[in-house]
């Protein structure tokens, strides 16, 4: 069954560390790969996704078929990027079914 | 311009009766999706709407959920019947279209707390 995988609940950083989110996958057809994020008293907005191949407010994701991982990375954080993050996973269904990770809080400390 | 918009943004409901959420997706949006967010679980896909038409509705979780959408615009997920259980942030999104390059823009949710 198709699944997508967060497992930490919680990352703590100092600003101007990396800043890694982990997520992995499981689905058997092609994957499209989403993130998304939600900052406080704000809505979940698209942060990014594989296809683009692009980098937004500094953070790059990249698609791991091996691993079956697609990571969030960001070279130096900072306390905006403070946020709840999640990973999302397309499924092949001829619409845009969204299977979700349980979401990880990002926490950047001054 | 506006975004999706939720009402109610809280509802505290007795157990066993009917609640009706509603959803107002960005005009023009063909695509309207539901979610659901229980506590500590990821958003989990209910059902979604192409236009007025609603093609698979396997993920509502019981026969106590339904949603329609009517002429294109707004739509209302109800759920009858409320258990303990159905409490949760509700979600409804929209996009341009259903395929996979259009963008899913959300709103900002409805909470359900079923006393």
């Known amino acids: 069954a198709q699944r997508v995988t967060q497992p930490e609940k919680l990352l703590s950083v100092f600003k101007g560390a990396p800043v890694e989110l982990k997520c992995n996958y499981s689905?058997?057809?092609?994957?499209?790969l989403f993130w998304y994020v939600q900052y406080s008293r704000q809505r979940l907005q698209l942060l990014l996704r594989?296809?683009s191949r692009e980098s937004i407010k500094g953070f790059t994701a990249d698609l791991n078929k091996g691993e079956t991982s697609f990571h969030l990375k960001k070279p130096f954080a900072q306390e905006e990027d403070s946020a709840m993050y999640y990973c999302?996973?397309?499924?092949?269904?001829?619409?845009?079914?969204?299977?979700f990770g349980t979401g990880t809080r990002l926490l950047v400390s001054p | 311009g506006a975004g999706v918009s939720q009402s109610p943004s809280n509802k505290v409901t007795e157990k066993g009766k009917d609640v009706e959420l509603r959803c107002d997706p960005i005009?023009?949006?063909?695509?309207l999706y539901w979610y659901r967010q229980s506590l500590g679980q990821g958003l989990e896909f209910l059902i979604y709407?192409?236009?007025?038409?609603?093609?698979?509705k396997s993920g509502l979780p019981s026969d106590r959920f339904s949603a329609e959408r009517t002429g294109g615009s707004v739509s209302t997920l109800t759920i009858q019947r409320t258990q303990q259980e159905d409490s949760a942030v509700y979600l409804c999104?929209?996009?341009?279209?259903?395929?996979?390059?259009?963008?899913?823009?959300f709103g900002p949710g409805t909470r359900l707390t079923v006393t």
């Open positions: 999104a929209s996009s341009v279209g259903l395929a996979v390059s259009y963008e899913q823009y």
């Open positions: 689905y058997s057809g092609s994957p499209e």
């Open positions: 594989h296809i």
């Open positions: 999302a996973l397309s499924l092949n269904t001829g619409f845009q079914k969204l299977v």
């Open positions: 005009s023009g949006h063909t695509a």
């Open positions: 709407f192409q236009g007025n038409s609603a093609p698979d």
